[in-house]
């Protein structure tokens, strides 16, 4: 497969509570549209624990688990299905790496992540890492899509 040939997926991105209390769910939109991307569903809620335990369940055993919990369930966040060839790819590079002190300018993490003032790092957006993670979220997220 050429570079030029990727296929159309969809991956399940969230915009933190920070970004949300940040007024950026605009801006990180923005640079899935621009991209060339389609959100294909969209919705902001408020999530229980049980739903983020189980969305970031690989982490259980982690120090930082229950501090993610709950940040992730301190304020409403905006869940979207986002489709378009090589997304779940094309969006991690959006994102840039984790941790925004390094996350490269030009992405999102990079440009409007923090590492102060929380538990937590501050980064702003979630985005699926695999096509597997891809689905198993869209189905924790929007059930009946
Ligand atoms: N996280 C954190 N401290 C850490 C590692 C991760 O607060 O040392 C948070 C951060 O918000 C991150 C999320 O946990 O986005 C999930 O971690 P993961 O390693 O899956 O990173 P991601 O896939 O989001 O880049």
Redesign the pocket.
């Known amino acids: 497969m050429t570079t030029s040939d990727t296929a159309t997926e969809r991956t399940l991105v969230i915009v933190k509570p920070d970004g949300v209390a940040r007024n950026l769910v605009g801006e990180v939109l923005r640079r899935v549209e621009a991209k060339g991307y389609s959100i294909v569903a969209l919705e902001l809620r408020t999530a229980d624990t049980d739903l983020l335990a189980r969305h970031?369940a690989e982490?259980e055993d982690k120090p930082?688990f229950a501090?993610?919990v709950e940040f992730m369930v301190s304020g409403p966040v905006v869940a979207a299905i986002v489709e378009g060839h090589g997304v779940i790819e094309g969006f991690r590079s959006l994102a840039g790496?984790?941790k925004p002190t390094s996350a490269a300018p030009g992405t999102i993490r990079g440009d409007l992540g923090r590492e102060w003032g929380s538990a937590?790092?501050q980064?702003i957006v979630?985005g699926s890492?695999s096509p597997e993670s891809a689905a198993r979220e869209i189905g924790l997220w929007f059930p009946a899509l």
Do not use: I, M, Q
């Open positions: 970031y982490h930082f501090s993610l790496s984790t937590v790092v980064n979630h890492d």
